[in-house]
């Protein structure tokens, strides 16, 4: 069974520091998911990452990807307030027949001025 | 940019009813999928569907539960006589093909009481 851990669960900041949250996952996979979700919504896509070595950037956030470590970071650089959510990485089994998302636990971010 | 779209928002349902969650995936993906979130936890994968039958189902998606794509629009989850514990986020999730991003619906939130 594929297990997706993430940490930290919690997480509180202030603004204009950094940080990493750090997502190991167990199997093969090399196509890995974050999501951001503001208390009550849904689930906003932040990044695709599909290839060893993928690193993208978007702001103030920057994935990455190593499949071969299994591990995927979610760097917040100059965090301000706005970035305050939960983050969840998922990872896509390919194993399975039809594919599907298994996701960490989510990490509680907290960004105070 | 499209969108999936689920209603309704929010249903209110008396233990042991019936409920039909709703789901308009992007109209040229070919993967279904459900997801819930209890409150407070992650999301957990239910069902993912593909050329009109599905492709895997959790532990979770017992005889309770099934999927239908009625119409060719249309993608519902219906739960047969509904628990307590089925109160949660459902959420509904498509794609275009396998190794490409999944998009999610708003959501639904279904409170069993």
């Known amino acids: 069974e594929l297990k997706v851990e993430q940490n930290p669960l919690f997480l509180s900041m202030q603004e204009g520091k950094n940080y990493t949250i750090y997502c190991n996952y167990s199997t093969t996979s090399d196509r890995l998911y974050w999501y951001r979700q503001d208390p009550g919504k849904s689930l906003e896509s932040l990044f695709v990452l599909l290839s060893n070595g993928a690193v993208k950037q978007e702001g103030r956030l920057m994935a990455s990807l190593d499949t071969k470590a299994r591990l995927s970071t979610l760097h917040i650089t100059a965090a301000v307030h706005d970035l305050s959510a939960t983050y969840f990485c998922?990872?896509?089994?390919?194993?399975?027949?039809?594919?599907?998302?298994?996701f960490g636990e989510g990490t509680q971010l907290t960004v105070n001025p | 940019e499209p969108e999936v779209t689920q209603t309704p928002s929010h249903q209110v349902t008396q233990m042991g009813q019936e409920v039909i969650l709703r789901c308009v995936p992007i109209?040229?993906?070919?993967?279904f999928y459900w997801y819930r979130q209890i409150l407070g936890q992650k999301v957990e994968f239910l069902v993912s569907f593909y050329n009109n039958e599905i492709s895997e189902k959790s532990e979770i998606f017992d005889d309770q539960f099934s999927v239908e794509r009625p119409d060719g629009s249309n993608f519902t989850l219906k739960i047969r006589s509904t628990k307590l514990e089925d109160s949660a986020m459902y959420f509904c999730?498509?794609?275009?093909?396998?190794?490409?991003?999944?998009?999610f619906g708003s959501g639904t939130r279904l409170t069993v009481v």
């Open positions: 999730a498509s794609r275009r093909g396998q190794g490409l991003g999944y998009t």
């Open positions: 109209s040229n993906h070919l993967y």
């Open positions: 998922a990872v896509d089994d390919t194993e399975t027949s039809g594919s599907r998302l298994t």
